[in-house]
T-cell receptor, first 114, second 111 residues
Framework: GAVVSQHPSRVICKSGTSVKIECRSLDFQATTMFWYRQFPKQSLMLMATSNEGSKATYEQGVEKDKFLINHASLTLSTLTVTSAHPEDSSFYIC??????????FGSGTQLSVL | KQEVTQIPAALSVPEGENLVLNCSFTDSAIYNLQWFRQDPGKGLTSLLLIQSSQREQTSGRLNASLDKSSGRSTLYIAASQPGDSATYLCAVNNAGNMLTFGGGTRLMVKP
């Protein structure tokens, strides 16, 4: 089946640093990738929709200058949390869509900002 | 705006019991509905996908039903096992190809 690889699985960083999370579709081309965030004991919330070769579409309340999304190829999307703060600590999950089939999810990244 | 609600929020059952998880959504104009499993600190595993034209899907001990007109879906787990312990999420895919997730049901199956 389709596989989506997300890296790193866990990252701890100091406040003020930037963190990059990668999401790769390993065996299919994903024209659209989605980034979600999940705070403890809460459900997943869509942050942004990433389309290959164009700017990402951000959900209301998500700062595009803080959460930089790049989808430069059909198999790779990156999310960069710039100048991370403790309130950005969360679980980030990407997903990729193969054609119009169901979404395939990465394994997630647990970000802890000290 | 689509809203998805899952009931109950938490459930604890003895091993072997059959159980039903509920999901309701406010906007019936959906493309499909998907049930996921999430283990603590990990990503999502897709369990079942029901297209808007379908009424149910089955995979092993899992059966998911969809009643689009009433905005409801159920996930039935037969003969529950301790390994089924996880959080179960339902997610609705509207025409905009974005998922709206419910809050999840945390299931604990006790041996």
């Amino acid at each position: 089946g389709a596989v989506v690889s997300q890296h790193p699985s866990r990252v701890i960083c100091k406040s003020g640093t930037s963190v990059k999370i990668e999401c790769r579709s390993l065996d299919f081309q994903a024209t659209t990738m989605f980034w979600y965030r999940q705070f403890p004991k809460q459900s997943l919330m869509l942050m942004a929709t990433s389309n290959e070769g164009s700017k990402a579409t951000y959900e209301q309340g998500v700062e595009k200058d803080k959460f930089l999304i790049n989808h430069a190829s059909l198999t790779l999307s990156t999310l960069t949390v710039t100048s991370a703060h403790p309130e950005d600590s969360s679980f980030y999950i990407c997903s990729a869509r193969r054609n119009n089939e169901k979404l395939f999810f990465g394994s997630g990244t647990q970000l802890s900002v000290l | 705006k689509q809203e998805v609600t899952q009931i109950p929020a938490a459930l604890s059952v003895p091993e072997g019991e059959n159980l039903v998880l509920n999901c309701s959504f406010t906007d019936s104009a959906i493309y499909n509905l998907q049930w996921f499993r999430q283990d603590p600190g990990k990503g999502l595993t897709s369990l079942l996908l029901i297209q808007s034209s379908q009424r149910e899907q089955t995979s092993g001990r899992l059966n998911a039903s969809l009643d689009k007109s009433s905005g409801r879906s159920t996930l039935y787990i037969a003969a529950s096992q301790p390994g089924d312990s996880a959080t179960y999420l339902c997610a609705v895919n509207n025409a905009g190809n974005m998922l709206t997730f419910g809050g999840g049901t945390r299931l604990m199956v006790k041996p």
